[in-house]
């Protein structure tokens, strides 16, 4: 895919309302890791809508379980372009601050 073609991919994502139902429906999986009662929900968030959007975009993903039983898990994600290229590592979390119903 050229660069002018992915852009206009994610224009078109976001100009159709696709993107706002994603967000949506993410944000709604009350995926909150402080709280053990509220893991199945951080399970199905990396299960259900990580992997599958990763996956979508050429990735590799696993979970891994964390070592630190206070702890979620872990989603590793690989998508290799050429072993030539710099490799990017990115940190991001899915799992939500405790909040308020609403």
């Known amino acids: 895919m050229t660069r002018d073609a992915a852009i206009a991919q994610v224009t078109e994502h976001f100009d159709n309302g696709a993107f ?3 967000l949506a429906r993410r944000v709604a999986i009350a995926s909150t890791a402080q709280v ?8 199905r968030y990396l299960t259900e809508e990580m992997i599958p959007a ?3 975009l050429g990735f590799r993903a696993t979970i891994h379980q964390n070592s630190d039983p206070r702890g979620g898990p872990f989603l590793l994600a690989e998508r290799l372009e050429n072993p030539n290229l710099p ?7 899915g799992d939500v ?6």
């Open 20 to 22: 706002f139902d994603d």
């Open 36 to 43: 053990k009662a509220f893991r199945p929900q951080l399970d």
């Open 54 to 56: 990763l996956e979508s």
């Open 87 to 93: 490799t990017l590592f990115s940190y991001g979390h």
């Open 97 to 102: 601050v405790r909040g308020f119903e609403g």
